[in-house]
C-alpha cells in the first residue's frame, strides 16, 4: 500500500517493540538499505535476553532448554539473503547462511523412524490418502483463501482423515491441531507442496549448526552492534498513542512500564511486534512441573489488545490469544551426562544424530514427538553430554504410562512417558538412578496461537491504511502469500515494514512459487496417491 512521503533516514529515529528475528531483521535492513545510522535504531525489549522465539540457553549443570526450534528450509528467499551478510558465530569470515547451508549438506535429513506405534517403527510409504481424501486435500489447496473464512481443518475432512500417516506426519511436523485454521493448512500446501513428496523422511528440512539463539540471533546482535544499534533490556511498550484521522494514522509517543515515555518526531517511528508465541512461558524442573500462564502475565497480548481498541485496521487479538486452552502445548529439553538413548536411538533409527529429525509416537495420549539434533547442539555443550528436545501436542490428557496429564508431570516423569513409549525403561533406570540426566518441561500458552482460525483483517497490515509512521512486524502481521510459524514469515514483515517506509530502491522478495511448477505438482499428486 502506498504510505504517502517516506521518511528522511538521515534524522529518523526508529523504535523497535520487542527483538525477536522480525526486529532484528528490520534493523539490518534500517540500516544496510534504508541508510538510518546504527545509533538512531533502538531495539526494546521486555525480556532480558533477546531473540524472542530463536532461543536456547543453559549449561550441563543446571541443564540445558530449548522451547521450540523453527524448521527451515532452502526456499526462505528473505530469511537466507539476509543471513548471507551476518558473519557466522564462530567464523567472521563465513556467513551463517554459508555455514547452515555447509552444514545441512553434510548432515542430510532422512528420517528412518518418523511415526512409531507400540515401539515399532511404521512404514511411512504410503500416506494412507483415500481417494476422497486425496481429492479433498487437493481442493483445498486450490480453493481461494476468502471462500475458507474461519474454517477449521475438521470442518474440510472427513474423521478418517485424522488417522491416517498423512495427518500424523503433518500434524507433529508443523504442529497444526484438527481446530487450526483451514487458511493457514491451504496457505502451507501451497507454499511447501514441492516438500509434500519428501514429508515421510523430513526431505528438505534444514537446520542450523547450533540451537537458533546461538547460530542467529548472537551473530545477528553482534553485527548490528557493530554498526551502534542500540539494544535496551528491560524495557516494556504497554502503550502506543496516535494522531488518527480520516486518512492518516501517526504514532506520536510510546508508554514504558517503568513510566518512560518516547515522544516521536517529525521522522521517527515505530515498529511493534505485535503478539507473541512465547509469551507467558514458564520453565519446569526435574521435580517440578511448569506453570501455566497467560494473559495476565504477558506483555505482547496486552499491548495488541490496547491498540487494537484506538483503530479497526490495527487487527483483532481475540482470535489468537482467548483460548489458552486449544492454543498451548508442552514441550521438553533433556540433558544427558551418558549416551545410552542417543546410542539406542542411532541403532534402533538408523539415524545418525542430526539426520533424523522429528520421531512421533502416534499411539502416545499427548501425541508426543521428540528429536535428536547433531550433537553438540550448543555451543557451550561438553563433549559428553546428550541433549534431545520433545514436545506434546496434548497438555491436557493423561499419559499412557504416566496417570497424570502431560501439564501436570515433572522433567522426570515426561521421560517415565517416554521410555515406556520406547520400551526402554529397564535401558534408561540405571541412567535415572545415577543421575545422570536431567529434564525441564517448559509450558507454552501461545505457541499454537498463530494457527487459531481467523478472518480476513484479523492479523492487521504491516503497514495499515494510512500510516504514516509505524509498522507492525511478525508472526501476527499479514504477509500475505507466506505462512506463519516461519522465520521467514517473520523477516518478509521486516521488508515490507522498511521498503514501504523507506526509498531503499528495492522491492519486497517474491515468495517462492513452486504451486505454478508443474515438475513439482507432479511430483505431489504422486506422493498424495501412495
Given at each position: 500500500?502506498?504510505?504517502?512521503?517516506?521518511?528522511?533516514?538521515?534524522?529518523?529515529?526508529?523504535?523497535?517493540?520487542?527483538?525477536?528475528?522480525?526486529?532484528?531483521?528490520?534493523?539490518?535492513?534500517?540500516?544496510?538499505?534504508?541508510?538510518?545510522?546504527?545509533?538512531?535504531?533502538?531495539?526494546?525489549?521486555?525480556?532480558?535476553?533477546?531473540?524472542?522465539?530463536?532461543?536456547?540457553?543453559?549449561?550441563?549443570?543446571?541443564?540445558?532448554?530449548?522451547?521450540?526450534?523453527?524448521?527451515?528450509?532452502?526456499?526462505?528467499?528473505?530469511?537466507?539473503?539476509?543471513?548471507?551478510?551476518?558473519?557466522?558465530?564462530?567464523?567472521?569470515?563465513?556467513?551463517?547462511?554459508?555455514?547452515?547451508?555447509?552444514?545441512?549438506?553434510?548432515?542430510?535429513?532422512?528420517?528412518?523412524?518418523?511415526?512409531?506405534?507400540?515401539?515399532?517403527?511404521?512404514?511411512?510409504?504410503?500416506?494412507?490418502?483415500?481417494?476422497?481424501?486425496?481429492?479433498?486435500?487437493?481442493?483445498?489447496?486450490?480453493?481461494?483463501?476468502?471462500?475458507?473464512?474461519?474454517?477449521?481443518?475438521?470442518?474440510?475432512?472427513?474423521?478418517?482423515?485424522?488417522?491416517?500417516?498423512?495427518?500424523?506426519?503433518?500434524?507433529?511436523?508443523?504442529?497444526?491441531?484438527?481446530?487450526?485454521?483451514?487458511?493457514?493448512?491451504?496457505?502451507?500446501?501451497?507454499?511447501?507442496?514441492?516438500?509434500?513428496?519428501?514429508?515421510?523422511?523430513?526431505?528438505?528440512?534444514?537446520?542450523?549448526?547450533?540451537?537458533?539463539?546461538?547460530?542467529?540471533?548472537?551473530?545477528?546482535?553482534?553485527?548490528?552492534?557493530?554498526?551502534?544499534?542500540?539494544?535496551?533490556?528491560?524495557?516494556?511498550?504497554?502503550?502506543?498513542?496516535?494522531?488518527?484521522?480520516?486518512?492518516?494514522?501517526?504514532?506520536?509517543?510510546?508508554?514504558?512500564?517503568?513510566?518512560?515515555?518516547?515522544?516521536?518526531?517529525?521522522?521517527?517511528?515505530?515498529?511493534?511486534?505485535?503478539?507473541?508465541?512465547?509469551?507467558?512461558?514458564?520453565?519446569?524442573?526435574?521435580?517440578?512441573?511448569?506453570?501455566?500462564?497467560?494473559?495476565?502475565?504477558?506483555?505482547?497480548?496486552?499491548?495488541?489488545?490496547?491498540?487494537?481498541?484506538?483503530?479497526?485496521?490495527?487487527?483483532?487479538?481475540?482470535?489468537?490469544?482467548?483460548?489458552?486452552?486449544?492454543?498451548?502445548?508442552?514441550?521438553?529439553?533433556?540433558?544427558?551426562?551418558?549416551?545410552?538413548?542417543?546410542?539406542?536411538?542411532?541403532?534402533?533409527?538408523?539415524?545418525?544424530?542430526?539426520?533424523?529429525?522429528?520421531?512421533?509416537?502416534?499411539?502416545?495420549?499427548?501425541?508426543?514427538?521428540?528429536?535428536?539434533?547433531?550433537?553438540?547442539?550448543?555451543?557451550?555443550?561438553?563433549?559428553?553430554?546428550?541433549?534431545?528436545?520433545?514436545?506434546?501436542?496434548?497438555?491436557?490428557?493423561?499419559?499412557?504410562?504416566?496417570?497424570?496429564?502431560?501439564?501436570?508431570?515433572?522433567?522426570?516423569e515426561m521421560l517415565e512417558e517416554l521410555w515406556g513409549h520406547l520400551r526402554i525403561q529397564d535401558r534408561m533406570k540405571p541412567v535415572m538412578e545415577a543421575g545422570k540426566v536431567n529434564c525441564i518441561p517448559v509450558a507454552m500458552?501461545?505457541?499454537?496461537?498463530?494457527?487459531?482460525?481467523?478472518?480476513?483483517?484479523?492479523?492487521?497490515?504491516?503497514?495499515?491504511?494510512?500510516?504514516?509512521?509505524?509498522?507492525?512486524?511478525?508472526?501476527?502481521?499479514?504477509?500475505?502469500?507466506?505462512?506463519?510459524?516461519?522465520?521467514?514469515?517473520?523477516?518478509?514483515?521486516?521488508?515490507?515494514?522498511?521498503?514501504?517506509?523507506?526509498?531503499?530502491?528495492?522491492?519486497?522478495?517474491?515468495?517462492?512459487?513452486?504451486?505454478?511448477?508443474?515438475?513439482?505438482?507432479?511430483?505431489?499428486?504422486?506422493?498424495?496417491?501412495?
Amino acid at each position: 500500500m502506498k504510505t504517502g512521503r517516506k521518511l528522511d533516514p538521515r534524522s529518523a529515529h526508529v523504535y523497535l517493540v520487542g527483538s525477536g528475528i522480525a526486529s532484528l531483521a528490520s534493523a539490518v535492513y534500517l540500516e544496510r538499505d534504508a541508510g538510518v545510522p546504527g545509533p538512531q535504531i533502538h531495539v526494546l525489549e521486555k525480556a532480558a535476553i533477546l531473540g524472542g522465539a530463536l532461543d536456547g540457553a543453559g549449561d550441563a549443570e543446571k541443564g540445558f532448554v530449548v522451547r521450540g526450534g523453527r524448521m527451515h528450509e532452502m526456499h526462505y528467499e528473505c530469511y537466507w539473503d539476509l543471513l548471507g551478510a551476518i558473519p557466522s558465530l564462530e567464523d567472521p569470515a563465513v556467513s551463517v547462511r554459508d555455514e547452515s547451508f555447509d552444514f545441512n549438506r553434510r548432515f542430510v535429513s532422512n528420517a528412518q523412524a518418523r511415526l512409531l506405534r507400540d515401539g515399532r517403527k511404521l512404514d511411512v510409504s504410503s500416506f494412507g490418502l483415500s481417494l476422497k481424501q486425496q481429492s479433498e486435500l487437493l481442493r483445498l489447496t486450490f480453493a481461494s483463501e476468502k471462500s475458507l473464512g474461519d474454517r477449521r481443518i475438521e470442518d474440510w475432512f472427513d474423521h478418517e482423515f485424522f488417522t491416517t500417516n498423512f495427518w500424523f506426519l503433518w500434524t507433529s511436523m508443523f504442529a497444526f491441531q484438527k481446530w487450526s485454521s483451514l487458511a493457514e493448512m491451504r496457505r502451507y500446501m501451497k507454499r511447501f507442496i514441492h516438500l509434500v513428496e519428501g514429508l515421510p523422511r523430513l526431505g528438505g528440512v534444514m537446520r542450523t549448526k547450533y540451537d537458533q539463539y546461538h547460530s542467529v540471533v548472537v551473530p545477528m546482535q553482534r553485527y548490528l552492534e557493530a554498526r551502534g544499534v542500540e539494544f535496551q533490556t528491560g524495557k516494556e511498550v504497554v502503550d502506543v498513542d496516535f494522531d488518527l484521522s480520516a486518512d492518516r494514522k501517526t504514532a506520536t509517543l510510546l508508554h514504558l512500564k517503568d513510566g518512560d515515555e518516547i515522544r516521536l518526531g517529525k521522522d521517527d517511528c515505530v515498529f511493534i511486534t505485535n503478539g507473541s508465541l512465547t509469551e507467558s512461558t514458564d520453565n519446569g524442573a526435574w521435580d517440578r512441573p511448569a506453570r501455566l500462564l497467560g494473559l495476565p502475565e504477558s506483555g505482547s497480548w496486552k499491548l495488541w489488545k490496547r491498540l487494537a481498541a484506538k483503530d479497526p485496521s490495527f487487527g483483532n487479538p481475540g482470535p489468537f490469544c482467548d483460548r489458552v486452552d486449544l492454543q498451548r502445548w508442552t514441550s521438553f529439553t533433556a540433558t544427558l551426562k551418558d549416551s545410552t538413548f542417543h546410542d539406542h536411538m542411532e541403532s534402533f533409527s538408523g539415524n545418525v544424530d542430526g539426520t533424523g529429525g522429528l520421531v512421533t509416537l502416534t499411539d502416545s495420549n499427548w501425541l508426543m514427538s521428540f528429536v535428536i539434533a547433531r550433537q553438540p547442539h550448543f555451543p557451550n555443550q561438553p563433549p559428553d553430554v546428550k541433549i534431545f528436545w520433545g514436545y506434546g501436542l496434548y497438555s491436557d490428557r493423561k499419559g499412557n504410562f504416566v496417570p497424570k496429564t502431560m501439564a501436570e508431570c515433572t522433567g522426570k516423569e515426561m521421560l517415565e512417558e517416554l521410555w515406556g513409549h520406547l520400551r526402554i525403561q529397564d535401558r534408561m533406570k540405571p541412567v535415572m538412578e545415577a543421575g545422570k540426566v536431567n529434564c525441564i518441561p517448559v509450558a507454552m500458552p501461545y505457541v499454537d496461537s498463530l494457527f487459531m482460525p481467523r478472518k480476513p483483517g484479523d492479523r492487521p497490515e504491516v503497514l495499515p491504511e494510512g500510516t504514516s509512521n509505524f509498522a507492525f512486524l511478525g508472526q501476527f502481521a499479514e504477509a500475505p502469500k507466506d505462512c506463519v510459524f516461519t522465520v521467514e514469515y517473520s523477516v518478509r514483515t521486516a521488508q515490507m515494514a522498511v521498503y514501504g517506509l523507506f526509498e531503499t530502491g528495492k522491492d519486497v522478495t517474491p515468495v517462492y512459487d513452486s504451486i505454478h511448477q508443474p515438475s513439482v505438482l507432479i511430483e505431489a499428486a504422486r506422493a498424495l496417491r501412495s
